[in-house]
């Protein structure tokens, strides 16, 4: 109860609130390829806080088996063969759009696709009427990116399908976060010679950029915290949120002040309609005050990992160079897109039979 | 004219066993009401021949209620709202006078505008007073014609929906208006603080991802005009008033001695923006739900007699613009039906709160000095009676309408609303008398029901049931 005169909610998302992140079973991840595969909590995947640190671990274990599909020379697996994936973009997103259909195909589920340049939206239909029609043709799994934040959540209440959040607005995009996870998971694999790590404890990973605008940030602070990392965030006072209340996560607008100590450094995209918004002076400017130059990634520690979750403007947060160092992770991001969609989607939808 | 009397089946009606609440205070009675008035006001009245007598053993017998901001929707809007359905969800309410809120489509910015909704109004379940807009369209650009308006009986002028952005207008709106006896009443949102923001800025929305409004972009506004109204020495009204710092401006605004009233809705004083968690759009409303100590502090401000009124805002939308996203979605939310309820929930001892646990974002009472029922009613009677004008009987060509606001005595109107302090109803959405459906309280089991309302000396609700 609270006290007398100063009534108040303490009512914070679930994976908001303290609490020591458990990743007990990423230490089981071994033996047969799907063993062990433990019926999911939840339906849907709209937030990472929807999984927790349980069932990240869960998803990086089943990423490593379809990883090891993805070397056969015939890399698919009837897992969800009979079920259909529904891709339903009403924000315009090829990359991602393509992974979430390979993975699905690759799991010999079929595939629908609608976008909203070729749909009824550019017709003025609703989103209720489009998602209803589309989950009246008898869908397993709705994939969802919607500019709006929410969006993906309302479908839930509308469709029987698994809905998947594909990126909604500037709230969540959790397979993002997921291969992010897996892509640093590998990385650190390599550099212990096999070791999978069972978490993330003891890990800095700076996130440096327009943090108020993106829903990737939003989606890797909940993961790589709930798999122990120290996360802090680095950006101009004008693209931090309005509040960090509650984040578990350190904040600062001087990046120079913390290369030394990352592990990680994952630079978010800025676009450039935040100049519009009066959000930075130019983006020279913000190349200068936040890019990872080539004088920035000298003060990285040697072993210390570069990421960026694309379309990555070099010039702007990464010089050309230093893109294409060793260090940098992004094309690995890429790759490692399809097996953790793979893995979301049989986390969801299958049933531990392949 | 700005009050217009309804054609209503005009009885003989006594409200028996009740608790009669009004200015003077609380005390037992019942009342007889005759021909359009209150006849006698007795320990017992015994029912004359072919009286209808309304029980009201347990309730509380009160001056009919009187909403200082409604969105009728009519013109324009007739697919969220008309001036009929609206009334008789105020009827329902315990409303027996409602001010209709100009954002219509076209707005009400002329005598003709002002004049077909009072048409509408004579066959309602309520008297319907208009407020007229501030500026023709609601642009910001020029001036309506108040002084036309006012002689039709307009007291307040508004382009609610919207702020005044243009301080310079605005001051002249404030020059042009001394004298004419009317209000201009601001919804305070300086839309360059606000640009964008479809919730409160503040812990939740970062969380969530949504765009902020922050308190600021309504305390700038107020602070603005608090300014002009010392200047220019004409009264003002603060619609829909919902932050901490509005409530402490208001208040050291009336120690200086300013002409200035605040209103407040039951959904600020119960509602807090953790509701938006759900992303539901029923949830998002314009100014936006604040944070639980912004909800503390206003019911602060309406304990200690800052607040001067609850008014509900009540802002009907069709069903399917609140299944767009979030962001997408228009403001608003339905407020006649549950106001009063809601109100003496967040705001009374004793008052049964929605259990803890429901997802509405409700803030608990914690241990907060409660209201008492005449100042609950005071808050949704008599003072907003007072800022609207109503309070006095309507007279020459406006025909008999009476006093609204009380007091309960003879020769006073017969506007009451008999309200059961202690009925629990669960608010469902599809069985409310407004064409719309966006209540934030759907499956809420409220305590405190209006059980009858009299409006103008005839029966429009009799146990919870509008009888047309």
Same mark, same amino acid.
């Not at chain 1, 802090?232 to 578990?248: D, H, I, K, N, Q």
């Given at each position: 109860?609270?006290?007398?005169?100063?009534?108040?909610?303490?009512?914070?998302?679930?994976?908001?609130?303290?609490?020591?992140?458990?990743?007990?079973?990423?230490?089981?991840?071994?033996?047969?390829?799907?063993?062990?595969?433990?019926?999911?909590?939840?339906?849907?995947?709209?937030?990472?806080?929807?999984?927790?640190?349980?069932?990240?671990?869960?998803?990086?274990?089943?990423?490593?088996?379809?990883?090891?599909?993805?070397?056969?020379?015939?890399?698919?697996?009837?897992?969800?063969?009979?079920?259909?994936?529904?891709?339903?973009?009403?924000?315009?997103?090829?990359?991602?759009?393509?992974?979430?259909?390979?993975?699905?195909?690759?799991?010999?589920?079929?595939?629908?696709?609608?976008?909203?340049?070729?749909?009824?939206?550019?017709?003025?239909?609703?989103?209720?009427?489009?998602?209803?029609?589309?989950?009246?043709?008898?869908?397993?799994?709705?994939?969802?990116?919607?500019?709006?934040?929410?969006?993906?959540?309302?479908?839930?209440?509308?469709?029987?399908?698994?809905?998947?959040?594909?990126?909604?607005?500037?709230?969540?995009?959790?397979?993002?976060?997921?291969?992010?996870?897996?892509?640093?998971?590998?990385?650190?694999?390599?550099?212990?010679?096999?070791?999978?790590?069972?978490?993330?404890?003891?890990?800095?990973?700076?996130?440096?950029?327009?943090?108020?605008?993106?829903?990737?940030?939003?989606?890797?602070?909940?993961?790589?915290?709930?798999?122990?990392?120290?996360?802090?965030?680095?950006?101009?006072?004008?693209?931090?949120?309005?509040?960090?209340?509650?984040?578990?996560?350190?904040?600062?607008?001087?990046?120079?002040?913390?290369?030394?100590?990352?592990?990680?450094?994952?630079?978010?995209?800025?676009?450039?309609?935040?100049?519009?918004?009066?959000?930075?002076?130019?983006?020279?400017?913000?190349?200068?005050?936040?890019?990872?130059?080539?004088?920035?990634?000298?003060?990285?520690?040697?072993?210390?990992?570069?990421?960026?979750?694309?379309?990555?403007?070099?010039?702007?947060?990464?010089?050309?160079?230093?893109?294409?160092?060793?260090?940098?992770?992004?094309?690995?991001?890429?790759?490692?897109?399809?097996?953790?969609?793979?893995?979301?989607?049989?986390?969801?939808?299958?049933?531990?039979?392949? | 004219?700005?009050?217009?009397?309804?054609?209503?089946?005009?009885?003989?009606?006594?409200?028996?066993?009740?608790?009669?609440?009004?200015?003077?205070?609380?005390?037992?009675?019942?009342?007889?009401?005759?021909?359009?008035?209150?006849?006698?006001?007795?320990?017992?009245?015994?029912?004359?021949?072919?009286?209808?007598?309304?029980?009201?053993?347990?309730?509380?017998?009160?001056?009919?209620?009187?909403?200082?901001?409604?969105?009728?929707?009519?013109?324009?809007?007739?697919?969220?709202?008309?001036?009929?359905?609206?009334?008789?969800?105020?009827?329902?309410?315990?409303?027996?006078?409602?001010?209709?809120?100009?954002?219509?489509?076209?707005?009400?910015?002329?005598?003709?505008?002002?004049?077909?909704?009072?048409?509408?109004?004579?066959?309602?379940?309520?008297?319907?007073?208009?407020?007229?807009?501030?500026?023709?369209?609601?642009?910001?650009?020029?001036?309506?014609?108040?002084?036309?308006?006012?002689?039709?009986?307009?007291?307040?002028?508004?382009?609610?929906?919207?702020?005044?952005?243009?301080?310079?207008?605005?001051?002249? &709106? %404030?020059?042009?208006?001394?004298?004419? +006896? @009317? *209000?201009? #009443?601001?919804?305070?949102?300086?839309?360059?603080? /606000?640009?964008?923001?479809?919730?409160?800025?503040?812990?939740?929305?970062?969380?969530?991802?949504?765009?902020?409004?922050?308190?600021?972009?309504?305390?700038?506004?107020?602070?603005?005009?608090?300014?002009?109204?010392?200047?220019?020495?004409?009264?003002?009204?603060?619609?829909?008033?919902?932050?901490?710092?509005?409530?402490?401006?208001?208040?050291?605004?009336?120690?200086?001695?300013?002409?200035?009233?605040?209103?407040?809705?039951?959904?600020?004083?119960?509602?807090?923006?953790?509701?938006?968690?759900?992303?539901?759009?029923?949830?998002?409303?314009?100014?936006?739900?604040?944070?639980?100590?912004?909800?503390? &502090? %206003?019911?602060?401000?309406?304990?200690? +007699? @800052? *607040?001067? #009124?609850?008014?509900?805002?009540?802002?009907?939308? /069709?069903?399917?613009?609140?299944?767009?996203?979030?962001?997408?979605?228009?403001?608003?939310?339905?407020?006649?039906?549950?106001?009063?309820?809601?109100?003496?929930?967040?705001?009374?001892?004793?008052?049964?709160?929605?259990?803890?646990?429901?997802?509405?974002?409700?803030?608990?009472?914690?241990?907060?000095?409660?209201?008492?029922?005449?100042?609950?009613?005071?808050?949704?009677?008599?003072?907003?009676?007072?800022?609207?004008?109503?309070?006095?009987?309507?007279?020459?060509?406006?025909?008999?309408?009476?006093?609204?606001?009380?007091?309960?005595?003879?020769?006073?109107?017969?506007?009451?609303?008999?309200?059961?302090?202690?009925?629990?109803?669960?608010?469902?959405?599809?069985?409310? #008398?407004?064409?719309?459906?966006?209540?934030?309280?759907?499956?809420?089991?409220?305590?405190?029901?209006?059980?009858?309302?009299?409006?103008?000396?005839?029966?429009?609700?009799?146990?919870?049931?509008?009888?047309?």
């Amino acid at each position: 109860m609270s006290a007398p005169g100063t009534p108040t909610t303490t009512r914070v998302p679930p994976g908001w609130a303290e609490g020591e992140p458990d990743a007990t079973s990423a230490s089981e991840a071994t033996g047969d390829l799907f063993a062990g595969h433990r019926a999911p909590v939840v339906r849907h995947l709209l937030s990472i806080a929807d999984l927790g640190g349980d069932g990240i671990a869960e998803v990086m274990r089943l990423s490593d088996a379809f990883a090891e599909v993805a070397e056969r020379p015939i890399p698919k697996v009837p897992a969800l063969r009979g079920r259909t994936v529904a891709t339903v973009f009403m924000e315009p997103s090829t990359r991602t759009r393509l992974s979430f259909e390979t993975a699905a195909k690759r799991l010999s589920a079929d595939v629908m696709t609608f976008t909203a340049s070729t749909s009824a939206a550019v017709k003025g239909e609703s989103l209720r009427d489009t998602v209803e029609t589309i989950d009246a043709m008898g869908i397993d799994a709705m994939v969802i990116r919607h500019h709006a934040s929410g969006a993906p959540l309302r479908v839930t209440d509308w469709v029987g399908a698994s809905v998947i959040n594909a990126g909604d607005g500037t709230h969540e995009h959790p397979t993002q976060a997921l291969l992010d996870c897996y892509t640093i998971r590998e990385a650190l694999t390599q550099r212990r010679d096999g070791e999978v790590p069972a978490d993330f404890k003891g890990l800095r990973i700076a996130i440096v950029g327009d943090i108020k605008h993106s829903r990737v940030a939003r989606s890797n602070v909940l993961a790589f915290t709930a798999l122990g990392a120290e996360v802090v965030l680095v950006a101009p006072p004008t693209l931090m949120p309005a509040s960090l209340e509650g984040w578990p996560v350190t904040a600062t607008g001087d990046l120079d002040a913390t290369l030394a100590e990352l592990d990680v450094v994952y630079l978010l995209r800025i676009q450039s309609e935040r100049l519009g918004e009066v959000l930075l002076p130019s983006l020279d400017e913000y190349h200068w005050r936040y890019g990872l130059t080539r004088a920035r990634a000298d003060a990285l520690r040697k072993e210390a990992l570069v990421m960026h979750p694309g379309p990555m403007i070099r010039g702007v947060e990464i010089s050309p160079e230093v893109a294409d160092l060793p260090a940098s992770l992004v094309t690995r991001q890429v790759r490692n897109g399809v097996v953790v969609r793979m893995a979301v989607l049989f986390h969801l939808l299958g049933s531990g039979v392949i | 004219m700005a009050r217009r009397n309804a054609p209503t089946q005009i009885g003989v009606i006594v409200i028996r066993g009740g608790t009669l609440v009004d200015e003077s205070g609380e005390r037992r009675g019942d009342v007889l009401v005759r021909d359009g008035r209150i006849v006698a006001v007795e320990d017992a009245i015994e029912v004359p021949k072919g009286a209808t007598v309304l029980d009201a053993g347990g309730c509380v017998v009160a001056p009919g209620l009187v909403d200082l901001h409604a969105h009728l929707r009519e013109p324009g809007g007739e697919i969220a709202e008309t001036v009929e359905s609206g009334s008789r969800a105020a009827a329902l309410g315990g409303y027996t006078a409602v001010v209709a809120m100009p954002n219509t489509e076209p707005a009400i910015d002329s005598a003709a505008a002002a004049r077909d909704v009072l048409a509408l109004g004579e066959t309602a379940l309520a008297e319907i007073a208009v407020a007229g807009a501030i500026t023709v369209g609601r642009r910001g650009e020029r001036l309506v014609p108040m002084a036309e308006l006012a002689a039709l009986g307009v007291r307040l002028f508004t382009d609610d929906g919207r702020g005044v952005q243009h301080a310079g207008l605005m001051r002249r &709106a %404030l020059e042009y208006a001394s004298g004419l +006896g @009317v *209000v201009l #009443a601001q919804h305070c949102e300086d839309e360059q603080l /606000a640009a964008g923001g479809h919730m409160h800025e503040g812990a939740w929305s970062s969380r969530l991802g949504i765009a902020g409004m922050p308190a600021l972009a309504e305390e700038a506004m107020l602070a603005r005009d608090l300014a002009l109204v010392r200047l220019t020495g004409a009264p003002m009204h603060f619609l829909h008033l919902s932050t901490a710092g509005a409530i402490e401006m208001i208040k050291s605004a009336k120690a200086d001695g300013l002409d200035v009233t605040a209103e407040v809705t039951p959904h600020h004083l119960a509602l807090c923006d953790a509701a938006v968690a759900s992303f539901d759009p029923v949830y998002k409303v314009k100014p936006p739900l604040r944070t639980a100590r912004d909800v503390a &502090a %206003l019911r602060a401000g309406v304990v200690e +007699g @800052v *607040v001067d #009124a609850i008014a509900t805002d009540h802002a009907p939308h /069709a069903p399917e613009r609140k299944d767009d996203p979030f962001d997408e979605a228009p403001a608003g939310m339905l407020g006649l039906e549950t106001a009063l309820a809601v109100a003496y929930g967040a705001l009374c001892a004793g008052a049964g709160e929605p259990a803890a646990g429901d997802d509405h974002g409700w803030v608990p009472r914690g241990g907060g000095a409660p209201l008492s029922m005449r100042d609950l009613f005071a808050l949704f009677s008599w003072r907003p009676a007072r800022i609207a004008g109503l309070d006095r009987d309507a007279r020459g060509s406006r025909g008999s309408l009476s006093a609204q606001g009380g007091p309960i005595r003879p020769g006073a109107g017969g506007n009451l609303a008999v309200f059961d302090p202690s009925l629990q109803w669960v608010v469902d959405p599809s069985r409310l #008398a407004s064409r719309s459906r966006n209540t934030p309280y759907g499956g809420l089991r409220l305590t405190g029901k209006i059980r009858h309302t009299v409006f103008a000396g005839a029966v429009v609700v009799r146990d919870g049931a509008a009888l047309r």
